[in-house]
T-cell receptor, first 111, second 114 residues
Framework: DVKVTQSSRYLVKRTGEKVFLECVQD?????MFWYRQDPGLGLRLIYF???????EKGDIPEGYSVSREKKERFSLILESASTNQTSMYLC??????????FGSGTRLTVV | AQSVTQLGSHVSVSEGALVLLRCNYS??????LFWYVQYPNQGLQLLLK??????LVKGINGFEAEFKKSETSFHLTKPSAHMSDAAEYFC????????????FGKGTMLLVSP
């Protein structure tokens, strides 16, 4: 089975901290994605990547950055965490044209 | 630009009743269409997808969906609901270009009562 692993299920950080969310996939997928999920808003795309060292902004990139130094790893970075970034963060990977495989999510609380 | 509209943020059915979750999409190019399910505190799991070919698509757990181009719809159905079907369901669309992202609907919570 394809696995997408997110390093933390629950995370609590303080306002202003730099936060790293890690995601690793084991099926050699080209594409990786970061979404945030909020009640009533569904999933919104933050950033995605089609190749190593390549990144594209999604619909809500403000306040976030990403890093993809290796094909299997895609990191989401909150440069200075704020309370409005409290959310569930979902990582996914895919082959081009295929469906996504999701990780279990990281529930981030910023206090 | 693509968009997805899921009618009803919550749908309630009795165990054994028909499940119908509605999804309409907007896309300027022929779409790929997906349904995902999310159980509490978990990621999303693919239920089924339409890419090409037969417009009636069968998925896991007895679910199926029909692509109707004229109605721009991709409704999800199951003949008989089980308690274990209670979850949140997301419809998603992507275009068929080489590099494409999924656009999700806002989700429909399915509640199943005994």
């Amino acid at each position: 089975d394809v696995k997408v692993t997110q390093s933390s299920r629950y995370l609590v950080k303080r306002t202003g901290e730099k936060v790293f969310l890690e995601c690793v996939q084991d099926m050699d997928h080209e594409n990786m994605f970061w979404y945030r999920q909020d009640p009533g808003l569904g999933l919104r795309l933050i950033y995605f990547s089609y190749d190593v060292k390549m990144k594209e902004k999604g619909d809500i990139p403000e306040g976030y950055s990403v890093s993809r130094e290796k094909k299997e790893r895609f990191s989401l970075i909150l440069e200075s965490a704020s309370t409005n970034q409290t959310s569930m963060y979902l990582c996914a990977s895919s082959q081009t044209g295929g469906g996504y495989t999701f990780g279990s999510g990281t529930r981030l609380t910023v206090v | 630009a693509q968009s997805v509209t899921q009618l009803g943020s919550h749908v309630s059915v009795s165990e054994g009743a028909l499940v119908l979750l509605r999804c309409n999409y907007s896309s300027s190019v022929p779409p790929y269409l997906f349904w995902y399910v999310q159980y509490p505190n978990q990621g999303l799991q693919l239920l089924l997808k339409y890419t090409t070919g037969a417009t009636l698509v069968k998925g896991i757990n007895g679910f199926e969906a029909e692509f109707k181009k004229s109605e721009t719809s991709f409704h999800l159905t199951k003949p008989s609901a089980h308690m274990s079907d209670a979850a949140e369901y997301f419809c998603a669309v992507s275009d068929r270009n080489g590099y494409s992202t999924l656009t999700f609907g806002k989700g429909t919570m399915l509640l199943v009562s005994p």
